[in-house]
């Protein structure tokens, strides 16, 4: 029974990872969090007490953050914190899998360095003095920082980051691919546990009284249980099926911007006749301006984000699930009621 360790386990993506996890079976789980542990598992292993900047939810371009915790019972967890190179000595040992699914999102630059930078590094050292045979990095395709991508691909592109977090987390790939480790790359991330994509996209469908020019881009998305199954595949798949060390992950079929918005607008109660007006990008940056909304997930839904993902999905021999539409369809209840706060 192999031995997988996930980090961030108590967050929005480490937390669906170990439900895949559980479903699967067969596989012993080790969990680590340091804010508190994920509901339903025993605490055990190496501990330390503190706040936990390790699970900060996902922007847009953001791959991991705050979510409900995985119910999975019995299994180990382990205290430890990124930030503390100290409290991650012997977290590793008997692990065969590590899923590294936790960063600081936002903050300051130094708690961005800390965690994903130098706590990632720290964590390597560790899996390499454990002997941990696969460690699978949940990274963002926000390392690219701003632009336009077509069916973009991971070594036709290069990094410039555009952003203390983006630019730490590029460090923690580093790290990892130093190791041998494989690195993921998502997009937009949807599901339960979301507290940052839709919510913003909310936000913004509010303060805007019409449509803004550039919204038929098209923009990759994946599901969090999605995403989840592709961690663990990754984790879990034998070397020679593994043709690269970097993938985009997203579903392979990109949604237009339009499409996306509609659906958000669907869920998140009384906005703005989105016919009212037709706005140009400059005024509409104005208008959020005026509303104290940053303005860049506005840059990443006038412009294309489409990212190739279709070799992660080939190499892990997986079938994608359902298509945006329908995927949304069973999360609309969810952001519906996440939403009234809004």
């Not at 973009?152 to 041998?180: F, I, K």
């Amino acid at each position: 029974m192999p031995t997988i360790m996930i980090t961030g386990a108590a967050g929005f993506i480490g937390g669906h990872v170990a439900r895949e996890a559980e479903r699967r079976g067969g596989l012993s789980l080790r969990l680590m969090s340091h804010r508190r542990p994920p509901a339903g598992a025993a605490a055990a292993g190496p501990a330390t007490a503190g706040h936990d900047p390790a699970t900060a939810g996902p922007g847009p371009g953001s791959g991991s953050g705050h979510g409900h915790g995985a119910v999975v019972p019995g299994h180990r967890t382990v205290r430890a914190d990124l930030s503390d190179p100290g409290s991650l000595r012997g977290v590793c040992e008997g692990v065969d899998v590590l899923l590294h699914c936790a960063s600081q999102i936002g903050g300051t630059p130094e708690a961005n360095e800390a965690v994903n930078a130098r706590g990632t590094a720290a964590l390597m050292a560790e899996a390499r003095r454990a002997g941990v045979s696969r460690v699978v990095y949940l990274s963002t395709a926000s390392v690219y920082g701003r632009g336009a991508f077509r069916a973009a691909r991971p070594e036709d592109l290069v990094r410039n980051p555009g952003s203390p977090t983006s630019g730490s987390r590029a460090h923690a790939e580093d790290a990892v691919l130093a190791a041998g480790g494989v690195v993921l790359r998502p997009h937009l991330v949807l599901g339960d546990g979301d507290r940052w994509v839709v919510p913003g996209l909310a936000r913004i469908l509010r303060a805007l009284p019409g449509t803004v020019e550039g919204w038929a881009a098209r923009t990759s998305v994946i599901t969090a249980q999605d995403l989840a199954r592709l961690l663990l595949g990754a984790g879990l798949a034998p070397a020679g099926d593994l043709t690269a060390s970097v993938y985009h992950a997203a579903h392979p079929v990109p949604v237009t911007v339009l499409t996306l918005l509609g659906a958000v607008a669907a869920v998140a109660g009384p906005a703005a006749d989105p016919a009212a007006e037709d706005l140009t990008a400059v005024r509409a940056r104005e208008l959020l301006a005026a509303r104290g909304i940053a303005a860049q997930g506005l840059d990443m839904l006038t412009s294309d984000h489409w990212f190739d993902s279709a070799p992660v999905w080939r190499d892990l021999r997986c079938t994608p699930g359902p298509d945006f539409e329908a995927a949304f369809k069973e999360l609309a209840e969810g952001y519906r009621r996440a939403l009234l706060d809004i």
